[in-house]
């Protein structure tokens, strides 16, 4: 079968398309959340401890022999008798912003402490905050997760969460932090992906336990990938009839 040069340049563009909507790895250690584009909250009224890195209240990190995956982000191990919450705060925005409709699945890899807790993926779409149903827990060691993407509301539950003020602003934070609730969406997930991260369970009785998450990636829908591909022949062509014309 000869190929045209269509096929030929629809194959390119299709292989050269990206294969992540959203990926993150960390490569910098000792960051605080906010350094590395995320936000990290903790306990009932949302303590934001995004501005902070050390062993206590989070971070980025690397420890060299033991986590042979590089450097990640932690929860702190001075607040695992507490909900925690930590999210990425760089998500695509604008033009291209990524859409729950494109979204194939998420994976990322975790590592916890012995009893460093439960925790969940939670999403921020259209304003609303959501966590799986499906609860994790990372082990002693790294292990890759995949969660299959379906935004029926049967797949989450909806989330409260209003951010509190810093460790600087002493008590009474004035957010609020809760996803123990098991009440679903009215409707399917729709619109804006515009955070994602997850939700640490409480851990009573234990102290000095962390849960690590890394390489946390977003995987658009095969339909998505060929969208992209044929958006970019569709370029690569205006701009070929552009010079012809001249």
Not at 13 to 31: C, K, W
Not at 54 to 80: H, K, L, R, V
Not at 127 to 132: L, P, T
Not at 146 to 157: C, D, E, I, S
């Amino acid at each position: 079968m000869k190929h045209t040069p269509l096929l030929i340049l629809l194959a390119l563009f299709a292989t050269q398309a990206p294969a992540h909507l959203y990926f993150e790895t960390f490569p910098v250690e000792g960051q605080t959340p906010n350094e590395a584009g995320w936000k990290s909250y903790t306990g009932s009224t949302a303590q934001d401890l995004s501005d902070e890195a050390n062993g206590a209240d989070g971070g980025t990190w690397d420890s060299p022999g033991s986590d042979e995956i590089g450097s990640y982000i932690f929860e702190g191990n001075g607040w695992t008798e507490q909900r925690n919450l930590i999210f990425a705060n760089n998500l695509p925005s604008g033009s291209n912003s990524i859409n729950v409709a494109d979204v194939s699945a998420i994976t990322f890899y975790s590592r916890g402490d012995g009893d460093a807790g439960d925790f969940y993926l939670t999403v921020e779409v259209g304003g609303s905050w959501y966590r799986s149903t499906i609860g994790y827990n990372g082990g002693p060691e790294w292990v890759e997760h995949t969660l299959v993407f379906n935004a029926a509301p049967a797949n989450w539950y909806e989330m409260d969460f209003a951010a509190g003020g810093t460790t600087d602003s002493g008590s009474g934070y004035g957010g609020n932090l809760d996803f123990g609730g098991i009440t679903h969406p009215s409707n399917a997930l729709s619109g804006t992906l515009n955070h994602l991260g997850f939700a640490i369970d409480p851990e009573t009785g234990f102290g000095g336990q962390n849960q690590r998450f890394d390489e946390i990636a977003v995987t658009p829908e095969p339909s998505s990938l060929l969208l992209m591909a044929t958006t970019g022949l569709a370029a690569f062509g205006l701009a070929a009839w552009r010079r012809k014309t001249r």
